[in-house]
């Protein structure tokens, strides 16, 4: 046979089974819509354990940089890797088993509807294997069904080519239709993540401190209150866990006298505090937006620990998505459990049901979803540093520029945010000369707290020119944050925010 008939062949044994491969395709969208469909975004859904493969199996140096400095950017990619690999494995699965029922003798119609009602099996089978709950793989089922049965009835024509052509689009118009309404559909199901509203009376002691930080907060647009109004989230999930409050124990083990084990009720009915901690991430840029405020409901972590007995300098917490971070037990000792956030439950993408908050250091050991305080002799590696981070210690001392705004006398008002973790602010000085000269700021009155972020704000009459504008913290050691401007990876970022404004 000739190189081109041979191309010819192949040409007609896709072009022949393109039709049922696209059938499958649509099957397979329509299981992942149907799942998403009943459940929304949890760990139920038919591709929450596929994203966690896409990212156990992602080298360490892709995640490194992708959840920590591309933030949503590399989690977004890393969820629709995961949706389209489960919807091509649900795909699979349909293809198969249609093309072996097809392939026995006897009567062809007989052998379609087998293949079809077969495959469905296997979906519901592939979609408990996954999910392991009913809801679930049966929306994947049902999902998967629509197509294949718009298919069967789109392809009741008499002649065989015309037949196989709408059988092939009709069904890809059920899955693009099932997608689209599963998004939606899912998308309502899902609790949201972020900061939940708040209806929070004004004369409780969380709606006085709330109103305490509107009055202290300046009146600068373009930078957040010190309660952050959008509050940033930083995980190694595509699917956040979602434990049940009720089912939900803290145990203490390791090198302790006595271990513990606490539910839900324990804690909150522990000594209840609120109080405000700023959150920063290693991974952020100087100027990022993932430094955030808020005021946490909960319980500090020492009857705990004192009930334990600690043997150990280290700990190690462990938490329901697999995520673990190692640091000093003197850290943890000013820790927190927090369950309420600014007046509401603990948000499910904040760790609901319980967190830990530990003062003064990077985001990253303020673990979500937190299941085990393990109290170690010797020091281990935590998730990220076992990818090269150093996040488990103090935060750097930052001071940000996030509002440039021209006031209607004619002049620039220039503000954002400063914070050094527990060495507190005490002075941010901005230039806007680029360097040569520095005036003070003003800033915020500060929030009652050991671990809180200030405002700053500074006002000053347009040079004409353009200029460069540098800010710069002092912490309450009396320390000047350095100039060296350093990338985040691997100690966070430090330097200087300065920025040009136009005349
Ligand atoms: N269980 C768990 N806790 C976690 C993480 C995580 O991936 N899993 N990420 C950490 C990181 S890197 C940061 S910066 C903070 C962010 O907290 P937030 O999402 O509430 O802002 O949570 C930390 N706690
Ligand atoms: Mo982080």
């Known amino acids: 046979m000739n190189p081109s008939a041979r191309a010819g062949t192949v040409a007609d044994a896709v072009r022949a089974s393109a039709p049922a491969m696209l059938v499958a395709l649509a099957a397979g969208v329509g299981a992942v819509a149907g799942s998403f469909a009943a459940v929304g975004r949890v760990p139920a859904f038919v591709a929450a354990p596929v994203a966690r493969l896409v990212v156990a199996t992602t080298p360490d140096v892709v995640i490194r940089y992708s959840i920590l400095l591309l933030g949503s950017l590399g989690d977004g990619i890393a969820f629709a890797m995961a949706l389209a690999v489960t919807a091509l494995l649900f795909a699979a699965v349909v293809w198969t088993v249609r093309r072996a029922a097809a392939a026995t003798d006897g009567d062809r119609l007989d052998a379609a509807v087998a293949g079809t009602a077969l495959s469905l099996v296997a979906v519901l089978v592939l979609a408990v294997a996954l999910?392991?709950?009913?809801?679930?793989a049966v929306g994947a089922t049902v999902g998967a069904a629509l197509p294949l049965g718009?298919?069967?009835?789109?392809?009741?024509?008499t002649e065989p080519t015309s037949a196989a052509r709408r059988t092939a689009l009709g069904s890809l118009a059920a899955a693009v239709g099932l997608a689209l309404a599963g998004g939606v559909i899912g998308s309502r199901r899902t609790v949201p993540a972020g900061g939940g509203a708040s209806t929070v009376p004004a004369d409780s002691a969380v709606g006085r401190l709330l109103e305490l930080a509107r009055d202290r907060s300046l009146d600068v647009a373009g930078i957040e209150p010190l309660v952050s109004e959008r509050f940033y989230e930083?995980?190694?999930?595509?699917?956040?866990?979602?434990?049940?409050?009720?089912e939900w124990t803290l145990s203490v083990t390791g090198a302790v006298e006595t271990p513990g084990e606490y539910s839900y009720d324990d804690i909150t009915s522990m000594p209840v505090e609120h109080r405000f901690n700023t959150l920063r991430c290693v991974g952020e840029s100087l100027n990022g937006m993932k430094m955030d405020n808020a005021?946490?409901?909960?319980?500090?972590l020492t009857r705990i620990l004192d009930d334990a007995g600690l043997q150990g300098d280290y700990v190690m917490m462990r938490a329901a998505d697999g995520f673990y971070e190692e640091f000093s037990v003197s850290a943890l000792r000013n820790g927190f459990l927090a369950w309420g956030m600014n007046g509401a439950d603990l948000p499910r993408g904040h760790g609901a049901p319980v967190r830990a908050l530990?003062?003064?250091h990077w985001g990253e050991i303020n673990v979500k979803w937190l299941t085990e305080i393990e109290i170690l002799d010797e020091e281990?590696?935590?998730y990220w540093e076992e990818r090269g981070w150093h996040g488990t210690g103090p935060v750097n001392t930052v001071a940000k520029l996030h509002a440039v705004n021209r006031l209607d006398d004619g002049r620039i008002e220039v503000g954002g945010h400063a914070y050094a973790g527990t060495r507190?602010?005490?002075?941010v000085e901005v230039s806007v000369d680029g360097g040569d000269t520095w005036t003070d700021a003003e800033l915020s009155e500060p929030?009652?707290?050991?671990?809180v972020w200030r405002q700053w704000v500074h006002r000053y009459d347009a040079p004409g020119t353009d200029h460069e504008v540098v800010v710069r913290a002092t912490d309450g050691t009396g320390t000047l944050q350095p100039e060296d401007e350093r990338n985040a990876f691997p100690n966070g970022p430090s330097g200087w925010v300065s920025r040009t404004v136009r005349a």
Do not use: F, K
């Not at 507190?424 to 002075?427: E, L, N, W």
């Open 424 to 427: 507190g602010v005490d002075r």
């Open 295 to 300: 005021l946490w409901t909960g319980t500090p």
């Open 131 to 136: 999910a392991g709950d009913a809801a679930s």
């Open 380 to 382: 281990m590696e935590g």
């Open 150 to 157: 718009v298919a069967a009835l789109a392809g009741r024509s």
């Open 358 to 360: 530990i003062p003064g």
């Open 234 to 246: 930083v995980d190694i999930n595509q699917v956040d866990p979602d434990p049940d409050r009720d």
């Open 447 to 451: 929030l009652p707290g050991d671990d």
